[in-house]
């Protein structure tokens, strides 16, 4: 025995310095990645409108990667036995993670909630001035020309199409404004990853928060896992595969029949259901059967699961019963989207309250330098919210302003990020609930200097919605980087290296398509154009004749956090208390309108197996069966994607 901890102590430095070995060549390769994988995710969602990764967690597209490197291991192998290169070796856990981790930001950075809104915007108010919006006269003189383009050959090409961006003509007049807003989204990062940097020994040490998200790609990484060999994990795996193979081959040639699961197959039906008064108040709902979004909803915790369905379904009642008493006639009714940033602001406010000491105690630390991921957390916060600031106001914004802007902005920030650390969801996107709105919602469009206001709607790229949010994805970083061995500081370098490489990727990618395909030429769907003009259109709305200000957004969003205060003081105090608050926050969004009866689909799967199983029963056959339904979706729907984007043909789209 004493011979047996004596060899343990001697191996001790090794094992660690394996530990700390930094995969570089994993980091290479996913920032080689970063482009295609930013022209695949622009042509799905932008050009094609076809596929959407980005509107649900984990990514599609990356999780498909993972999986094919995954199945290159073999050859890597078989290779590396004849030529004995240490760069041919089968890829690690730890490589695979990071290959994962690296292409989560850069699909975060170029999908539909970021720079996919963001560059559409900067070539949309100089296009569509005209003198009947009265544009040039309410607020194009207050926008900043360095941002924006203005240049009438630029404009053309980029909307005809059939251009080549880097000529001098076409890319010139983009300098500035890449330069200018590629500076503010490497601040947000900053921000962003210096938040995650001060929460991570909370949350990860104190807390112990699970990270459900994570759970798919270390299963997918694991070396020889059992759930490849598991008879549920191929069941689900061969159902989902056959729905989307045939759907796919449905797709290219009409007269072969599909199975119906996405939403808008079922949209006329539900029409049919809601008609007349009072049922015409439920029009919009939707009902879909995603195999994947049901094998992802097995994954989250029952209370979760049915608090959905429940939330969803008291959101559809607000607009029915409004209707019946005359509630309808009040402006904005039912102000759901306030009611879900008062959850998301509760959330957030409740978990700075409980972990008070410790976050106080986080910021001593990291003062005085006794832990240097926490020093570089705070640094990075401090520099980046200076930068933002001074960003806001070189646009307009006035000071206090810009602060209350970016204090609201860090609530979301804390409280998304806490939902994805602790339950997982597959969506959190808060549509028009930003902190522009919440300013408009709390001073109205009179109460806030012109200049203000115009600022304002300049940062709704970045908060029209939060599904493709980077935040989560940095502590998920960290997370990986725990887990791994990895340093955090190494960690933290990896993450900003590949967001700065991800902005630009994202960036050149619009470029090339806008002027290739043509904005008004060859994209297909509406999002373009819709991301271009809304916050314009808006404004010319707010100050060509500004309303007055309605008082029950206000009161939606107190009324919201006062009620996920309720909630979660019944959680604390009640145990069998079926209700969870981060149900309420993320089932008023148009992703659950989506996704409710795939979740309700799996919460009734999850309590029967549980009920009637117990929880090793889940284990061996739910789990498994969960997993093969999301993989076997995800890796046949995206080969359609991928295939009809090589071939130039609109081909099934698996997802919205």
């Not at 796919?248 to 119906?260: E, H, R």
């Amino acid at each position: 025995m004493v011979t047996d901890m004596t060899q343990r102590a001697a191996l001790a430095p090794l094992v660690a310095a394996a530990r700390v070995t930094l995969p570089w060549r994993s980091v290479a390769l996913g920032l080689l990645l970063l482009l295609p994988n930013a022209y695949w995710v622009t042509m799905m969602e932008l050009v094609r409108y076809a596929g959407h990764p980005s509107n649900i967690a984990p990514f599609a597209n990356v999780v498909f990667i993972l999986l094919a490197l995954l199945c290159l291991n073999p050859f890597l192998r078989a290779l590396h036995q004849k030529i004995a290169l240490p760069w041919l070796q089968p890829f690690s856990p730890t490589e695979l993670l990071t290959v994962y981790l690296i292409l989560s930001i850069g699909t975060a950075w170029v999908g539909h909630d970021s720079l996919q809104v963001l560059m559409p915007q900067i070539v949309y108010p100089f296009r569509y001035a005209s003198a009947e919006n009265r544009w040039d006269e309410l607020f194009l003189p207050f926008l900043p020309k360095w941002l924006y383009v203005s240049d009438k050959t630029a404009l053309l090409n980029a909307y005809a199409g059939g251009h080549r961006f880097w000529v001098p003509e076409n890319f010139r007049p983009w300098v500035s404004p890449l330069l200018g807003w590629g500076s503010f989204c490497v601040a947000l990062s900053l921000l962003m990853i210096g938040l995650c940097l001060l929460v991570r020994r909370r949350w990860m040490e104190e807390e112990r928060l699970t990270y459900p998200v994570l759970y798919l790609p270390k299963e997918i990484a694991r070396p020889a896992n059992a759930l490849w060999r598991s008879t549920p994990f191929g069941l689900g795996f061969s159902i989902a595969a056959f729905i989307d193979l045939l759907n796919g081959f449905s797709a290219l040639y009409p007269s072969i029949p599909s199975i119906k699961v996405r939403v808008w197959n079922y949209d006329p039906l539900l029409s049919s259901l809601f008609v007349g008064y009072p049922l015409q108040a439920l029009q919009g709902t939707r009902m879909s059967f995603y195999p994947f979004a049901i094998g992802l909803g097995l994954l989250l915790p029952p209370d979760l699961l049915f608090s959905c369905w429940v939330f969803y379904w008291l959101e559809r009642m607000q607009r029915l019963v409004g209707l019946m008493v005359g509630w309808t006639q009040l402006p904005g009714y039912p102000w759901t989207n306030f009611q879900a940033f008062g959850g998301y602001a509760g959330i957030a406010l409740f978990a700075l309250w409980v972990a008070r000491r410790s976050f106080w105690m986080t910021l001593k630390r990291a003062v005085v330098g006794q832990d240097t991921a926490e020093r570089w957390g705070l640094g990075m916060m401090v520099v980046a919210l200076l930068f933002l600031l001074g960003f806001a106001h070189a646009i307009g914004m006035s000071l206090p302003t810009g602060v209350l802007f970016f204090a609201l902005y860090l609530l979301l920030l804390l409280s998304i990020t806490r939902i994805r650390a602790e339950l997982g969801p597959p969506a959190h996107d808060l549509h028009n609930a930003g902190p522009d709105e919440i300013l408009l919602a709390w001073f109205g469009p009179q109460g806030l200097p012109k200049r203000d206001l115009i600022a304002a709607k300049l940062f709704y790229w970045f908060n029209r919605a939060y599904r493709s949010l980077p935040c989560p994805h940095y502590l998920e970083g960290l997370k990986v980087a725990k887990d791994e061995g990895v340093p955090f500081t190494a960690m933290t370098v990896i993450m900003l290296i590949a967001s700065i490489v991800s902005i630009a990727a994202a960036m050149l990618t619009h470029l090339h398509c806008f002027y290739a395909y043509g904005i008004t030429a060859k994209f297909v769907g509406p999002a373009i154009t819709a991301f271009g003009g809304e916050p314009f259109w808006r404004l010319q709305s707010l100050l060509a004749a500004p309303p007055p200000l309605n008082p029950y957004p206000v009161r939606a969003i107190l009324a919201g956090t006062l009620f996920t205060f309720v909630l979660m003081s019944l959680r604390a105090s009640l145990t069998w208390f079926p209700l969870h608050p981060v149900g309420y926050a993320i089932s008023t969004s148009w992703s659950m309108n989506v996704l409710w009866m795939p979740l309700f689909i799996a919460y009734l799967v999850k309590m029967g197996v549980l009920r009637v199983g117990g929880y090793r029963a889940f284990r061996q056959t739910a789990l498994p069966l969960s997993i093969g339904l999301v993989l076997g979706e995800w890796t046949v729907g995206n080969l359609w994607l991928l295939y009809g984007v090589l071939r130039g043909i609109p081909t099934y789209a698996f997802w919205v």
